[in-house]
């Protein structure tokens, strides 16, 4: 355990956030996601889990240490429901509230169609699989910088 790191960040996770550079892109994925075939396509080759934890529950912890994209407008991303783009599940809303709370502002995620998102994925640096069960608790993230001290 370490002080001050949220302790549902398992060591390859933690790893991974910090190898990841300025404008990667992280996949948070629920249990119906294809990630282990996926996850093999993409820089790190290999799977991360955060399997006893929800959508919402991952993306507290990760947002804890990862800064998101401040300039672009895709620096999050939700997979959209098949013939319900704009449908927003409950997960997806856990999720959105989670990131306004880190970045201390409103600010939504961009939809992705799902077969794009797939796409998405096998080109992101990692994807981590949680727990999640419902349905469309998939996520991008597009990691940002730490800017220097004052």
């Known amino acids: 355990m370490l002080k001050g790191i949220d302790n549902r960040l398992n060591a390859e996770v933690l790893a991974c956030l910090r190898a990841m550079g300025h404008g990667d892109v992280l996949i948070l994925a ?6 282990d075939s996926v996850a093999r396509a993409t ?3 290999q799977l991360l889990r955060m399997e006893n934890l929800t959508s919402a529950e991952a993306m507290r ?12 407008d895709d ?13 927003l599940p409950a997960v997806q809303r856990e999720v959105q509230a989670e990131i306004d709370r880190a970045e201390g502002r409103p600010r939504p995620m961009v939809s992705i169609e799902r077969f ?15 727990g999640e069960r419902r349905f469309y ?7 940002g910088v730490i800017p220097p001290d004052a």
Do not use: H, W
Not at 116 to 130: E, G, H, L
């Open 30 to 35: 629920d249990t119906n996601f294809p990630s």
């Open 116 to 130: 794009a998102f797939y796409d998405m994925a096998r080109a992101a640096y990692a994807v981590i699989q949680t």
């Open 61 to 72: 912890a990760i947002l804890s240490v990862l800064p998101l994209d401040t300039f672009v």
């Open 75 to 87: 620096f999050a991303g939700r997979m959209e429901v098949v013939g319900a783009p704009d449908d």
């Open 137 to 143: 608790g998939c996520f991008m993230l597009r990691k």
């Open 43 to 45: 820089v790190t080759g």
